[in-house]
């Protein structure tokens, strides 16, 4: 029985969806069973990325709701055996059709809890995507994953993550959050920290092989490394940092102290560059969005969490700001420097901040005579 609801397309696949859905912003729950249109570049990253790994993989879509990760997959990737789980008997009822629709024989629905699906199967990549915080079923979602398998996880609540509300991230995360320019890469830090320390209590690592911040959300890949020691290794990139947003002074610690007051934050790449060299947004719903978001990620300074924003440095100098691409050439002949994806008016660089700060005010339009016309 196909249920109520309208068609749409999303990359090469045809996706039955309720008729009253999310199209934009986080999306709230409208009805028994959610879809969001604005996450379509999401599913589109999970399709990228699982393309780039080639090889057969079995692939378990947590709460799948509509399925249009789990069908997406299934038809957009080969090679891929695909469990679409949702705990809604309705969910499931769009899985199906979904499938149908499709004519996919490499995608079967689930009805289950999700803590019983991984406590009983294991898969090669788990993809978690919850309606808010992912914290109550991560550990979940590690014990579904196969030996050095990979996951995925999408985190929403981003007003504890990055500081609106720091009590409930103290309390969800046990980290604390740090605000102003650098909190939307401290959010997907603190995110990264919370899942190295629930794979460290099951004697696994983790290798990042891409992790974002985009529209309303969190986002993290990782691919599992297992023993003890891989553990270890994971947590000793776990530290806390200091900024000081009236001088702009920015540090970090691999040990708690005073003046690190912030975290813990996970410390070590965000990225696997030699992995987004494979990657190619071909065919994707929002492919202009995502080869955008390719060159971002396999363009920037990936270490630590010293973003600066232009906005920041033109009101602590009280001047304008130069254009961004311009900026960053200039800055290149003085050391290594480059936009940041977590926002269009961001970057990291190498250069420390007592020689940033005479760069920025030298290549400030107000520092420069204007040009005649």
Not at 126 to 132: A, N, Q, R
Not at 216 to 242: P, S
Not at 327 to 352: Q, R, W, Y
Request: hydrophobic residues 35%; proline residues 6%; glycine residues 6%.
């Amino acid at each position: 029985m196909i249920p109520p609801g309208t068609k749409i397309r999303e990359g090469r696949t045809d996706i039955i969806v309720p008729e009253d859905h999310s199209s934009h912003g986080p999306g709230t729950i409208k009805g028994t069973v959610f879809f969001n249109e604005q996450m379509a570049f999401n599913r589109d990253v999970s399709v990228m990325l699982l393309r780039a790994v080639g090889r057969d993989m079995t692939v378990a879509d947590a709460m799948a709701a509509t399925g249009s990760r789990s069908v997406r997959i299934a038809n957009e990737v080969p090679g891929t055996q695909v469990t679409a789980n949702d705990i809604s008997a309705d969910a499931v009822s769009y899985i199906n059709a979904n499938i149908e629709l499709n004519g996919l024989a490499n995608c079967v629905s689930s009805n289950m809890n999700m803590h019983s699906l991984f406590a009983e199967h294991a898969y090669d990549y788990v993809d978690l995507d919850p309606f808010g915080s992912p914290v109550p079923f991560v550990q979940s979602a590690i014990r579904g994953c196969r030996r050095k398998g990979i996951l995925a996880v999408t985190a929403t609540d981003t007003a504890p993550l990055a500081g609106a509300h720091a009590v409930k991230c103290r309390r969800r995360y046990q980290s604390e959050p740090v605000r102003g320019y650098m909190c939307h890469e401290g959010g997907l830090r603190i995110l990264m920290c919370s899942i190295a320390r629930e794979l460290a209590k099951f004697d696994r690592g983790m290798k990042p092989m891409l992790s974002f911040y985009a529209d309303h959300y969190f986002r993290t890949y990782i691919r599992i490394e297992e023993g003890a020691e891989a553990a270890d290794r994971a947590l000793q990139k776990l530290g806390y940092m200091q900024y000081d947003m009236d001088t702009l002074a920015r540090s970090v610690s691999y040990d708690k102290d005073r003046e690190h007051p912030y975290g813990p934050f996970w410390l070590g790449p965000l990225h696997d560059g030699e992995f987004l060299s494979r990657m190619d947004p071909s065919g994707l719903a929002e492919e202009k969005r995502a080869s955008k978001y390719l060159g971002l990620w396999r363009g920037e300074i990936d270490t630590e969490v010293f973003v600066y924003d232009m906005s920041e440095l033109s009101s602590h100098l009280k001047m304008s700001p130069p254009k961004i691409d311009d900026f960053m050439v200039f800055l290149n002949e003085h050391g290594h420097a480059a936009k940041s994806h977590v926002c269009p008016s961001s970057f990291k660089t190498d250069i420390a901040l007592e020689d940033l700060l005479p760069l920025y005010r030298e290549f400030s339009p107000d520092s420069r005579p204007a040009q005649s016309i």
